[in-house]
C-alpha cells in the first residue's frame, strides 16, 4: 500500500484540561500518513485523481484550532475521521503532539491508527 505524508502541520489551538490550558491556546504539531492506492494519479498525473494534500491539510488545519478537544487522544480521533473521508484512503496514522506541554518534556503526544470500515 502507498503512502502519503503530511509532516510537522502546525495549529494553535486550545488543548488540554488544566484552566489555563482552556483559556491560552498552544502549539499543536500534527503528523498524518495516509495509506492509499496512488496507481491511478501516477498514471494520470492529474489532480482529480489524488489526495489535495493542501485542502486536506487545510482542514485538519482549521479542525485542530477551533474544536477546542480536552485530550490529544480526541484530536487524533478526529483528525483520523477526517482522513478516512477522503476518496481511496484505507488507513491512517495520526500522531498528535504538544510542544513543550510539560516544562521539563520537549513534547507530549499521542499516535492512532485508524483503518476505514
Same mark, same amino acid.
Do not use: W
Given at each position: 500500500?502507498?503512502?502519503?505524508?503530511?509532516?510537522?502541520?502546525?495549529? *494553535?489551538?486550545?488543548?488540554?484540561?488544566?484552566? &489555563?490550558?482552556?483559556?491560552?491556546?498552544?502549539?499543536? $504539531?500534527?503528523?498524518?500518513?495516509?495509506? @492509499?492506492? @496512488?496507481?491511478?494519479?501516477? /498514471?494520470?498525473?492529474?489532480?482529480?485523481?489524488?489526495?489535495?494534500?493542501?485542502? $486536506?491539510?487545510? !482542514?485538519?488545519?482549521? *479542525?485542530?484550532?477551533?474544536?477546542?478537544?480536552?485530550?490529544? &487522544?480526541?484530536?487524533?480521533?478526529?483528525?483520523?475521521?477526517?482522513? $478516512? &473521508?477522503? !476518496?481511496?484512503? /484505507? !488507513?491512517?496514522?495520526?500522531?498528535?503532539? /504538544?510542544? !513543550?506541554?510539560?516544562?521539563?518534556?520537549?513534547?507530549?503526544?499521542?499516535?492512532?491508527?485508524?483503518? /476505514?470500515?
Amino acid at each position: 500500500m502507498d503512502k502519503i505524508l503530511i509532516t510537522n502541520l502546525y495549529a *494553535h489551538g486550545i488543548i488540554g484540561v488544566y484552566d &489555563e490550558e482552556r483559556v491560552t491556546p498552544q502549539d499543536i $504539531l500534527i503528523n498524518i500518513t495516509l495509506y @492509499t492506492n @496512488t496507481r491511478r494519479a501516477a /498514471k494520470s498525473d492529474s489532480l482529480e485523481d489524488c489526495i489535495n494534500y493542501d485542502t $486536506l491539510s487545510q !482542514k485538519i488545519k482549521k *479542525h485542530a484550532e477551533t474544536i477546542q478537544r480536552l485530550t490529544v &487522544e480526541a484530536l487524533a480521533e478526529d483528525i483520523a475521521e477526517i482522513c $478516512l &473521508e477522503q !476518496k481511496g484512503m /484505507k !488507513k491512517a496514522k495520526v500522531r498528535v503532539e /504538544k510542544p !513543550k506541554a510539560i516544562e521539563f518534556i520537549e513534547k507530549v503526544g499521542v499516535e492512532i491508527e485508524r483503518t /476505514k470500515s
